[in-house]
């Protein structure tokens, strides 16, 4: 595999006219009644440094760029299995496939997916043992990179099952910045078939990432887990096939949907400079829990519900809900029914996968999805030549990053530029406790991170 990563030349954007010419009109009369000088005022800035005008027009020769894996189909419901009582976590598996999910997701005690909940590994095998495994797809995230325990666990489950790895649906979400080839070589030895490492965006969004940094993170994760199922023993090509790229899902519609439809574009560029047959590859999405609140928790469905849409929309694979009441504890059945219920809504009544990239074309999508995956590949490229993402976390520059990233969204919200409702805007004086299960949760970091924390507490004045 090619490890010196360059990009090709630049690509060739399909947006050549931000306005067209009922566009000029419009720019004109905006100008005869704000001055020339007051147009840039109507132009919006991220907090990534990209600009987002006013007016768009018509993308032209744009062609869709968001493909799942799997073409047309839907995407894959994904419920998580994060409760820390054997027998409850069971019973949630066998409801949420009676009830529409195509694939469970077990986060164990530990892990980053867990937000701090989860059985310990010891325990995996009891809620395990009433499903099929060689029928239902379960994907399991291992407290740390190294997932021996997990594996242990696992396979054990399987011996008493009498179910060989290879004709099991088990996979397994090694970080894939953390992965290591005794790991790999396990669990390839054992013989499971399906993916081994995810380079997941979820530590980095949830620690304050913003979509550019989530990008390169995962691409620089990406590539690290590529070069180490290499030293394994598999060839560039069939790593792919067991690598994962995630990505958080949030509010913000338009630069969630632009991430996703960006990263595979990038991906394709990493395929290429490593003569990767396909540049096909599995995109995950899972709903940010940076944005979920304590206060007016109802107002989170709605958070997720846009969340949902932008990532059905910019083509994710499949899509992993958090429910509403994470923030405040373990979710009950009825926040866990709200997860799943949303994406079935917007799978079958509202067909958002009945189209193929539906944003192709729009010239706000267009610009928006060129100009983040320039961006998220440059940051990329620094970061692979600072020694990848490994290296700068061990020299603390990516956590200043993601600090002074936190800083400014924070106080965009507190000066009023940004809002969360239900807690700088328009909070419920009626405020009622959301309704959680009774379990212990282990510190973590991601909550001190929760962009309506401090506001919350009334640590800064909104």
Request: charged share 25%.
């Amino acid at each position: 595999m090619a490890t010196g990563l360059q990009p090709r030349a630049r690509r060739e954007r399909c947006v050549t006219s931000y306005l067209d010419s009922a566009g000029d009109e419009w720019r004109r009369r905006v100008a005869r009644v704000l001055g020339d000088e007051a147009f840039d005022a109507l132009r919006s800035p991220t907090i990534e440094g990209l600009i987002l005008e006013p007016l768009y027009g018509k993308a032209a020769e744009a062609r869709p760029r968001a493909f799942r894996q799997a073409g047309a189909a839907p995407w894959q419901i994904v419920q998580r299995i994060d409760d820390t009582d054997p027998a409850r976590a069971g019973a949630q598996a066998a409801e949420d496939i009676a009830e529409g999910a195509n694939v469970l997701r077990l986060c164990l005690a530990g892990s980053d997916a867990a937000f701090g909940f989860g059985l310990p590994a010891s325990q995996a095998a009891d809620a395990l043992a009433g499903l099929e495994l060689d029928r239902q797809p379960v994907e399991i995230c291992s407290a740390n990179g190294y997932g021996q325990d997990a594996a242990e666990a696992v396979l054990a489950c399987l011996d008493a099952a009498r179910l060989p790895p290879s004709l099991s649906k088990v996979s397994f979400r090694l970080d894939a910045s953390m992965v290591h080839v005794p790991m790999v070589a396990r669990l390839l030895e054992a013989g499971f078939q399906g993916p081994l490492a995810c380079a997941s965006g979820r530590a980095h969004h949830n620690a304050g990432a913003d979509a550019v940094q989530e990008i390169a993170a995962v691409l620089s994760s990406a590539v690290a887990a590529l070069r180490t199922m290499e030293q394994a023993g598999l060839p560039a090509d069939r790593a792919a096939e067991r690598l994962t790229l995630e990505l958080c899902a949030d509010a913000d519609v338009f630069m969630t949907l632009a991430k996703f439809r960006a990263v595979r574009l990038l991906w394709a560029e990493i395929a290429s400079a490593c003569r990767l047959p396909s540049a096909s590859i599995r995109v995950d999405a899972e709903t940010s829990f940076r944005m979920l609140t304590r206060q007016d928790v109802a107002t989170n469905m709605l958070r997720n519900t846009l969340a949902v849409f932008a990532a059905a929309v910019g083509g994710a694979d499949t899509v992993c809900v958090l429910p509403h009441t994470l923030a405040s504890g373990l979710p009950d059945a009825f926040a866990r029914r709200m997860a799943r219920n949303l994406q079935i809504i917007l799978m079958d009544e509202s067909h958002l996968a009945s189209v193929a990239d539906p944003a192709a074309g729009a010239g706000a999508f267009e610009k928006l999805t060129d100009d983040l995956a320039e961006a998220g590949w440059q940051a990329f490229q620094r970061l692979e030549a600072a020694g990848g993402l490994a290296a700068a976390g061990e020299d603390g520059s990516w956590a200043a990053a993601l600090a002074r990233t936190r800083q400014h969204r924070a106080a965009a919200i507190a000066d009023g530029r940004a809002a969360i409702l239900g807690v700088t805007h328009y909070p419920d004086a009626r405020e009622r406790p959301s309704a959680t299960l009774a379990s212990r949760r282990s510190a973590f970091a991601f909550d001190a991170f929760r962009d309506a924390a401090a506001f919350e507490a009334g640590e800064t004045a909104a």
